[in-house]
Structures are given as C-alpha cells and as structure tokens.
C-alpha cells in the first residue's frame, strides 16, 4: 500500500501498484496516424489538426500518467522515436531540434513542432547529444515541470543538472537504438521490450516523479530498470560503451587486409554490428563515461592478456578450454528468463535492490493514497509517496545481476 501526499490538497484515495517482471508483453497498436499533405502542421508550435490515439486503456487500478503535456528537446533517432511512441499513447507532444531541416522532417510526419524550445508543459524529455545538452538547459532557466533525458552516460548529466539548478530531474536511459542516425531513422516501435534505466539516487530523486515516468515508459512498452547513475555508468560500460570500441577495433582488422574482407562472415558481422555508429556518438558516449570505460577496458584487456598468453602454453587447446567454458556458460545464459511475480515495497532501497539484482518493473498500476497536480499544466500523477507495496520478478538466476 503506497500513500502519497497531495500538493492541491484534495485526498483521493486509489490503488495503484508498481509491477515488475521480466518479460513484457508488447503493448497493443501504437501506430501514428498519418496526415495528408494539407494537414501538415506548420513549422512553428503547429495547430495542426491531427488523429491522435486513444490513451492506452488500462485497468481501474492502473497507473495515473495519461495525456501528458510532452516536450521531446532533438528529434533524432531516439527523440524522434520517443515523440512517434508517446503520441501513439495519446500524450500531447510537441518537438523541438535546433535543426531546421530535422523540424521540417517532424512537422512534414504530422507532428507539432516547435522553433523555440517550449516550457508551457509537464514534461520535457532531453534527447540531444550530451554535448548540447548544457545549451539547452541554459533554455530550461526557470521551468517547474519535470525533466528528464535519454543520455547514454547518467553520471555528468546528474552534475550538469545540479550546476543548472534543475529542479525536478529523473535521469534516463533507454537501451535501445541502431547504428542509423536522425529523424529519419527514427520507430515508434523502437522501444518495444527495452530496458529503461530510470536514476533512482537516495536522497535526492523524488520517489513519486520516479514512479510517474516509470508509469509513461512502461506504457511505451519498456521495461524500466531502477538504477543509481553510477551503477548505470558502470553497466553500460560493460555492455555497451566498452563494446563499441572493441568492435572500432575489430573492424580495424579490414584495414588493408583485401583477403579479410572477402572472408568475413557471421562472426565478423556480429561483432562490428555497433562499429557503423557515428565515430562522434562513439566518443560522446565512451568520453563522457571515461572512468567507467577505463576501468571495464582494463578488465577486458586483462582477460585478453591471459588468454594471449595461454596461446604460447605447448598445449594451447587444453590450456583455454577451462578459461573459456564459464563465459561460454554465461553468454548461453543470457537472457535470463523471468522467475515467479513478487511483491516489493515502493521505496527507493527496495527498487535499487531490484535493478541490483537484474530485475524491473513492467508498469506502475497502482498506488494506495491520494492524487495531487503535478508539473506546470496540471496533469494528474503521484506527487509524494510515504510508504506502500509493489509486484515484482526477478530472473530465475542472479547470474547476470550488476
Ligand atoms: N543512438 C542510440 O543508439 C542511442 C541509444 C540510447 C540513447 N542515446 C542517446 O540519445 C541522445 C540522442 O542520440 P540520437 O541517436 O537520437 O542522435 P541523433 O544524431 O540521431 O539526434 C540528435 C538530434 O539532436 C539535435 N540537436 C543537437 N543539438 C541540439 C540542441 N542544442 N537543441 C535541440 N536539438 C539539438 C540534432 O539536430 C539531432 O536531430 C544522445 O544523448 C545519445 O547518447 C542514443
């Protein structure tokens, strides 16, 4: 049961559950309508008329987060993804990009598009490259509503949002994308059964602007991941960061090396998959995680030592098969399947044990308490949360817990 404090005054009471598992269903039809030409909204804040979905449905007890006022900030791969999948859950959205022909691009999809980052709304999502972050949020001066990012380091965002003074923020990060850059390669779809880290640091993250976003994403179809932003920084260097460059210099293997490239087949193709990305998003990540990166390449690195030197042993076979059958064992392991729903306390040590220990939460559909106003055009959420339960699952095996 989970109370939480009204800012309007007004108690309601309502149940409302976080739940958590591992394996989300896929949420149903989240495609955009399209518009004609004649209905192409203009390219400032449009009015354009256009087919918005129904919210999706939800059980009386469901989470509260519905037709939000939404700013995406870059319309890129991922913020222009984000802006198709939260109009397809009938958010009211509008993009903003810096760049005149990305606008275009948006506008000329059906969406409202803005010239100028707006703030008249709850909720605006950051998905520019860190680089340009601290720009935009020199535009964000002043802005009560909640923020949050997709940034692919959690870490230096956490810092630059404290030295802006940002007052409601929830770092972010979806584990999603492809090596394709911009609007035009951007899915409403995209998101579909990702995991989504949601920042969770003590002390300083309000628990109920965690559960309300918690709610959005994981009515886009994600699966939302509680982490500190330093255990997040060091995840994604072990999973992400780190392999890009390992597969950077990989794919330094065709250099020169004609006979190479007629040859290379599954193995190579599936070890270099993330080496197409574009070299600046490559460094922006590794770079802005450098700490992180450094130490788990060092690891890597250690782990490749070894494995060298067992190659010069006078019977290298016998010698590597031991070093090599538990991170054979693991990759087969991987992904861990889902144990048996759990109900878990909505409280900041019970959600980081839970994202400790490979597990997430699949939707936020209830909450024991009262209903207050949140963000700066007043939709309905959670606006302070004392005690109360969640659901939950974790994998069968913590083999793959960080
Ligand atoms: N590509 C991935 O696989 C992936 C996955 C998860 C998270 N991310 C994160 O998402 C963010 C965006 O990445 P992307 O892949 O969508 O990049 P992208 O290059 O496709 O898009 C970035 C967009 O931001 C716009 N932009 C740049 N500066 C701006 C500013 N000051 N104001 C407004 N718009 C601005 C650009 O014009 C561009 O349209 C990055 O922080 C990245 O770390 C990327």
Known sequence: MLTVTAESGLPERLILFVSVCHRLPLPPGKKKASLGPTERPATALSTGKRVVPQARAGSPTCGRVSGVNITVAGLGLIGGSLLRALDASGHRVVGYDADPATRDQAAAAGFRVATSLPTDNDLVVLAVPLPALSPVLDELSGYEGLVTDVTSVKAPVRDLVAKHGVRRFVGGHPMAGKETSGFAASEATLFDGCAWVLCLEPGETSLADWLTLADLFTRTGSRVVPLTAA????????????????????????????????????????????AATRAELIAAMCGGNAAAVGAELDRLLADLHEMRALLDQADPVAALVPVLRPDVELRRAWPPTAGPSVDLPAETEALLELGRTGGWVTGVTGVTGVTGVTGVTGVTGVTGVTEGTVSAKRPETDRNSF
């Open 231 to 274: 255990g997040h920084d060091r995840a994604v260097a072990q999973v992400s960061h780190v392999p890009h460059l390992f597969a950077a210099a990989l794919s330094g293997q065709l250099r020169d090396n004609a006979p190479a490239a007629a040859l290379a087949a599954g193995s190579f193709r599936d070890g270099t998959r993330v």
